[in-house]
T-cell receptor
Framework: KQEVTQIPAALSVPEGENLVLNCSFT??????LQWFRQDPGKGLTSLLL?????REQTSGRLNASLDKSSGRSTLYIAASQPGDSATYLC????????????FGEGTQLTVNP | GAVVSQHPSWVICKSGTSVKIECRSL??????MFWYRQFPKQSLMLMAT?????????EQGVEKDKFLINHASLTLSTLTVTSAHPEDSSFYIC?????????????FGPGTRLTVT
């Protein structure tokens, strides 16, 4: 069964700290992997999308890495800010069509000022 | 670009009534739209996939007669929750895929909060 797991479920850090969110998936034959941010009661904002042929993607203070062989992806957030507080979701597409996303349960991040 | 809207953003209805949620792609054509449900503090669960002009494909355990999906145009899909019950109260999110996007990235709407009393 193709599953996505995120650890930890919740994380609280002081402002300015660098942090890493983890995502693991059961089947290494992915099409691509995507990280999203969700604010309470809101929809999803796409942060980074990594194709299966890529090892990492960067956007500002965010860096996402992909290691297909170990079934893992990490989202690195540098110099965290209170505005980064949100739930971060990892989602994986499997297969050549790439049209179906399977989500992890998310990591709820709180950055304390 | 690539904006998806949902209407309404929140709705309260009485048990036994039906409610319709709209999902629109505002600046692109969406061959495929996806409907998700999210319960509090849980992740998104795919309910169904709808392709323009054809019947929706429902995930296992999702009642197609209860959750009616219509994707009549390249910019609009609707989800109708029929004979709603309190256990249908949830956050419903749609997403849409752009014809021209070879990465198959999906763009998500802001969600609709449904409360059934």
């Amino acid at each position: 069964k193709q599953e996505v797991t995120q650890i930890p479920a919740a994380l609280s850090v002081p402002e300015g700290e660098n942090l890493v969110l983890n995502c693991s998936f059961t089947d290494s034959a992915i099409y691509n992997l995507q990280w999203f941010r969700q604010d309470p009661g809101k929809g999803l904002t796409s942060l980074l999308l990594i194709q299966s042929s890529q090892r990492e993607q960067t956007s500002g203070r965010l860096n996402a890495s992909l290691d297909k062989s170990s079934g893992r992806s990490t989202l690195y957030i540098a110099a965290s800010q209170p505005g980064d507080s949100a739930t971060y979701l990892c989602a994986v597409r499997w297969g050549t069509s790439g049209s179906r996303l399977t989500f992890g349960e998310g990591t709820q991040l709180t950055v304390n000022p | 670009g690539a904006v998806v809207s949902q209407h309404p953003s929140w709705v309260i209805c009485k048990s036994g009534t039906s409610v319709k949620i709209e999902c629109r792609s505002l600046d692109f054509q969406a061959t495929t739209m996806f409907w998700y449900r999210q319960f509090p503090k849980q992740s998104l669960m795919l309910m169904a996939t709808s392709n323009e002009g054809s019947k929706a494909t429902y995930e296992q355990g999702v009642e197609k007669d209860k959750f009616l999906i219509n994707h009549a145009s390249l910019t609009l899909s609707t989800l109708t929750v029929t004979s709603a019950h309190p256990e249908d109260s949830s956050f419903y999110i749609c997403s849409a895929r752009d014809l021209r996007d070879n990465s198959y990235e999906q763009y998500f709407g802001p969600g609709t909060r449904l409360t059934v009393t």
